[in-house]
C-alpha cells in the first residue's frame, strides 16, 4: 500500500532570507509571508508550500511528506520502524509550525532530512501573486517534485519503495559521456498520481537538492517566467525543453538556495494502481541544454 499521497511541503535554510523574498515574488511569482525570522511562500490555499528559515547555509534542508490519510501515517511509522529508521516525533510546537496535525522527522541512507505528516490544520485562503501569475498546480498533486541526492542509492530506494511504498514511474541510466560511469535515476510517485513527486539520483549534491520542481497553469507562465528569470539576472540551468518521461516541458534557474528549480508546465499524471515502470532513453524529446548551467 502507498503510504504516501505527495510532497506537501520544502524547507530551506538561507543566511538572507530578504534573496529568498524577491526571487519567490518577482521570478517565481508566489506570495512571501515573514514568519520566525524568515518566511513561508504561498502558492496556493495553504498558508505555505516553501518553509524558509535564517541559518548559516543556502541550501536545501527538509522535504516534507504528505501521507494519505492517518491510517497510511500510522502504517508508514509501523513501517519505518520495522526497517530500523530512526525516528524523531514533532513536537505540538513544530508540528504547528508545519500547519499538521502530527510529523515524524528521519534521515534516509544518503543523508537526506524528511518529514513525514497528516492532516492540514492551517488557514485556507485564496493565492493571490503579487506579479499576477494565475495560479501553480497543486492541491492533492502537492508542491510539485523533488531530486535529491541518493547515495548509496539501492538503500535510500528501498527505503522509499519497499517501506513507504512508493511506485516507480521510470528508470533512467544516464551516462555523461562514453567514458563517464553510469548515474541512475529512478522517478517515483505517491498515491496522488503526479509522475513524480520524488527522483532519487546517483550523485552527490552539497546544496541537498538536484532540483525541485513547480507547475504552473499553462505555457504561457512559463515563457512569462523565463522572461523575467533574464529581467532578474538569475542563472539559467537548462534550457527550455519537453521531457521524455514526464512530457514536461519546462526550463531550470537556480535558486537562492544554491540548487535549481524546474518550472513547467503539462506533467503527466499517472494511474498509481495500473502503470507499468518504463525506461527513458534520453533526458528530453527536445530542448534541456544543461550544459548553460556549466558556464
Avoid at 184 to 196: D, K, N, T, V
Wanted: net charge negative; with cysteine.
Amino acid at each position: 500500500m502507498q503510504t504516501i499521497e505527495a510532497l506537501a511541503y520544502i524547507v530551506v535554510e538561507s543566511r538572507d532570507p530578504a534573496q529568498w523574498r524577491h526571487y519567490a515574488e518577482q521570478v517565481l511569482g508566489m506570495q512571501a509571508i515573514a514568519a520566525d525570522g524568515g518566511l513561508q511562500l504561498k502558492m496556493d490555499e495553504r498558508e505555505f508550500r516553501i518553509a524558509v528559515q535564517p541559518g548559516a547555509t543556502d541550501r536545501y534542508l527538509i522535504s516534507g511528506w504528505q501521507a494519505v490519510n492517518e491510517a497510511a501515517y500510522r502504517q508508514a511509522l509501523a513501517a519505518l520502524d520495522r526497517a530500523g529508521v530512526a525516528l524523531t516525533r514533532g513536537s505540538g510546537e513544530l508540528a504547528q509550525q508545519r500547519r499538521v496535525r502530527e510529523l515524524v522527522a528521519f534521515s534516509d541512507p544518503a543523508g537526506n532530512r524528511h518529514e513525514l505528516s497528516w492532516g492540514y490544520t492551517g488557514a485556507s485562503s485564496a493565492f493571490v501573486s503579487p506579479i499576477g501569475v494565475s495560479g501553480f498546480k497543486t492541491g492533492v498533486f502537492g508542491l510539485g517534485h523533488t531530486v535529491l541526492p541518493a547515495i548509496p542509492f539501492d538503500e535510500t530506494r528501498r527505503l522509499f519503495c519497499e517501506v513507504l511504498g512508493m511506485g516507480v514511474s521510470d528508470v533512467f541510466n544516464f551516462q555523461p559521456g562514453p567514458d563517464a560511469p553510469v548515474i541512475r535515476l529512478h522517478f517515483l510517485h505517491g498515491a496522488s498520481g503526479r509522475h513524480h513527486s520524488l527522483a532519487l539520483a546517483e550523485m552527490p549534491n552539497p546544496a541537498g537538492c538536484v532540483h525541485m520542481m513547480v507547475e504552473v497553469a499553462n505555457m504561457r507562465e512559463v515563457g512569462l517566467a523565463h522572461d523575467r528569470m533574464q529581467k532578474h539576472g538569475v542563472k539559467l540551468m537548462a534550457t527550455l525543453g519537453e521531457h521524455e518521461n514526464d512530457q514536461m516541458t519546462s526550463f531550470y534557474m537556480m535558486t537562492p538556495g544554491n540548487f535549481a528549480v524546474e518550472y513547467g508546465y503539462g506533467g503527466l499524471i499517472v494511474d498509481p494502481a495500473s502503470w507499468q515502470t518504463t525506461q527513458t532513453k534520453q533526458v528530453s524529446i527536445w530542448g534541456h541544454d544543461f550544459s548553460v548551467g556549466f558556464r
